[in-house]
């Protein structure tokens, strides 16, 4: 904001009511300040770890071994012709970036509420910034992945092109659930107690840990409204070869979450205004 | 209206407090307070927000922080803002750098405006130093090449010099709050609004932090500061304001409005006694300070060869546990003469009071002050209080009179010490 040689514009400020608008012009002013705040999510995460950025590894292994022992070998769950621990990793790729996203972003708000309460800015960046942070991880375990497939020898098919798409859904999936619950955890916080919990039974929500055949035919519709449903067989279908894309449940999850994100925008800045006070 | 920096009209804001629990003592009481607590939780928690109240009907447990406030700022001003504590200063800034909205009301604003109410926010302790400065830089709403720009700049005003690649949390605290105002100081906007932030960092740096304010006034930016130290306001401002209430009460050049705020607010005090009505809310009070001469009595005019005793009846009602007191003696012009913290000479006995009511003397030696009216300030605090830090703030309470009918020079010392010295000669040393 450079500061211009014309007089200054009169700005008044008075008390909104109701819905208002993103302003992405303001958005775009700060995007030096969002970059920023997602460099420092990352550069802080692993600071003074022994592992360091290995921990974004770790623990998509760490789960993919556990699922594989419990739901692959003791269960016996079907994986749709591939050995179960690829099928399973493929799926804790996009659920691991959704759900450390989402529990990222709805506390955004308060762990920074120093910020909030001594400067403006727009607080949508803080959400946002911890669900970008997040795709770092997600390259870094998706390294593990082509690991994977070179040793079982799997060849993705061309409709692995649809991933990034895919990812895009994703993010403004839980970008749009991360603004909805960061403005309501600001002033409740029951809503992280709630959230930590009820992101892990959220898991089986989606084929994570067993495939869509198992799921009864006339509640797949259904069943596809949550929009990872969708996401997660979309990576399968595209990189694993499973079948071919499932457009109809991409297209069915991806109105939900941009409903989601939309909405989400709008509840955060309308409830932006009194994130100083309820803090 | 075109030179107008900033025009406040009749801005209100209003604010929830909270409200003292009652505890359910029966039974069955607890089993229904299982019940209704999530209910009225919610409804607690949902009136935080108080854009959903009607401004008409203020229920218990509200505040008005603001109230019809109106203000005007002219380009290139440097405006003080003085008042008491929860006057409404710092919501004023507040509402002009848009961290929160009035509850009625308006504000003008020409131009970019840069808030301080506090320095090194979103200073990270795992990052550097100059990691922060690009960051903190940014969250003040600096662009990158602005910093870039600047950095140089930063790093010398703040003296960090070879440990800028250093984890700020390997910093002494002076190092960190030097680096922190560095990075405010070197804000480019309009209008610079400061909240008490010159109080960091050692003297010589304080020192370097006004320049520096008068510095940015002198280019023709305008400047809001609040600050508590009326001399800083004096030697910074141009124009005043007294906020009271929610209210400004008074405005005009700085040393009258320093003046009239530090006479009204020792209006009473001429007694040389102070009572303060019980508040049970209060979980620590001062109620009754008194000034006393060494036979005991109150008064308000000493000599210079008298002790001063301030006395302070104080009941405290709940333990806080790091509750300690402070006071200061200053001239009415504000220069602080003598400072006083109850951590000066260890232990702080007011850390370890019991509960019930107790009586503090603190005796003031013959020949510490020069001859000349002066004013008692008090303020007690605890970092653990459940009210926030402030736990019972007086203020300026009393005032009395020092005079020097003993030496020749007498009252018209202009000294703020009342020290005497001795000139001593003794033979001169023809080696030297």
Known sequence: MERSETAPVFRIIKPTRGW??????????????????????????????????????????????????????????????????????????????????????????????????????????????????????????????????????????????????????????SAGAGMWLSALAIQYRDVKYAMNFMIQLFMYAAPVVYPVSLVPGELRSLYALNPLVGVVEGFRAGILGTGPLPWGWIAEGSVVAMTILVSGALYFRRKERVFADVI | MSDLAIAVKNVSKIYKIGLKESLPDTFSSVLWSLISRPMKNFRDLRSLDTTRID????????????????????????????????????????????ITEPTSGEVGLRGRVGSLLEVGVGFHPELTGRENVFLNGAILGMRRHEIDLRFDE???FAEIGQFIDTPVKRYSSGMYVRLAFAVAAHLETDILLVDEVLAVGDAAFQRRCLGKMSEVAAEGRTVLFVSHQLGLVRTLCERAVLIENGQAVFQDTAEKVVDHYLRSSIDDTDAGERRFAEDETKAFQITRVRVLDRHGSVTTSFTCEDPVVIELSCNLRRRLPGLYGYLTISRPDGTIVVESDSHDLPPNEIDSLSVGSHVISIEIPPRTLAPGRHVVYLNFTSPTGEDGFQVDSPQNVVAFDMTDPFTQRGNRRKALAGTLLRWEPSPSDPAR
């Open chain 1, 20 to 173: 208002r608008n993103l302003d992405l012009r303001e958005l775009l002013e700060y995007r030096d300040l969002f970059l920023f705040l997602v460099w420092r999510s990352l550069k802080v995460r692993y600071a003074q770890s022994i592992l360091g950025v290995g921990w974004a590894i770790l623990q998509p292994v760490a789960q993919m071994v556990v699922f594989t022992a419990i739901f692959g070998y003791l269960a016996g769950i079907p994986s749709e012709g591939v050995p179960f621990a690829v099928f399973t990793y493929t799926a804790i790729l996009p659920w691991t970036l959704f759900s450390t996203s989402l529990a990222e972003a709805t506390e955004s708000l308060v762990a920074q509420a120093q910020m909030v309460s001594k400067v403006y800015f727009p607080r949508i960046l803080l959400p946002l910034a911890a669900v970008v942070a997040r795709l770092v991880d997600f390259g870094i375990a998706a390294i593990v992945l082509g690991g994977m497939l070179a040793w079982y020898g799997i060849r993705p098919t061309p409709a692995v092109a649809a991933v990034p798409l895919l990812v895009v859904v994703l993010l403004a999936f």
């Open chain 2, 55 to 98: 401004a008409g009907d203020l229920g218990k447990g509200f505040i008005w922080a603001l109230r019809d406030l109106s203000l005007e700022v002219r380009q290139g001003e440097r405006l003080g803002i003085v008042g008491s504590n929860g006057a409404g200063k710092t919501t004023l800034l507040k509402i002009l750098s848009r």
């Open chain 2, 154 to 156: 930063i790093v010398s």
